[in-house]
């Protein structure tokens, strides 16, 4: 069974920074895309980065220039460097990755629990 347990979250000023990890467990044979998604009260889950296998990166474009999204294949486990934050980046941040599982021969998607990141202006 796959586990994705993200960490990192917390309370920080404007202008601060906080670095999220996370963290795949399992019978894992092999992790295509890695994303961050974040979804504030009362709003849809967004997409924030993303990173294939070959390290190509997609961001939104609220966050460009400020987050940095990387992955560590031997730790399989996927980054999210934040920085210059802003009040409106509020909101639970939740690590997706499609995987495939040795017995398996599909990819499938795996959703994290989710790490709370609060920015107070």
């Known amino acids: 069974q796959v586990q994705l347990v993200e960490s990192g979250g917390g309370l920080v000023q404007a202008g601060g920074s906080l670095r999220l990890s996370c963290a795949a467990s399992g019978t894992i044979y092999s992790i295509d895309d890695m994303t961050w998604y974040r979804q504030a009260p009362g709003k849809q889950r967004e997409l924030v980065a993303s990173?294939?296998?070959?390290?190509?990166?997609n961001y939104a474009d609220s966050v460009k220039g400020r987050f940095t999204i990387s992955r560590d294949d031997l730790k399989i486990s996927v980054y999210l460097q934040m920085n210059s934050l802003k009040p409106e980046d509020t909101g639970g941040y939740y690590c997706?990755?499609?995987?495939?599982?040795?017995?398996?021969?599909?990819?499938?998607?795996?959703w994290g629990q989710g790490t709370q990141v609060t920015v107070s202006s």
């Open positions: 997706y990755a499609r995987i495939k599982e040795r017995s398996v021969s599909r990819y499938a998607g795996y």
């Open positions: 990173i294939t296998r070959d390290a190509i990166r």
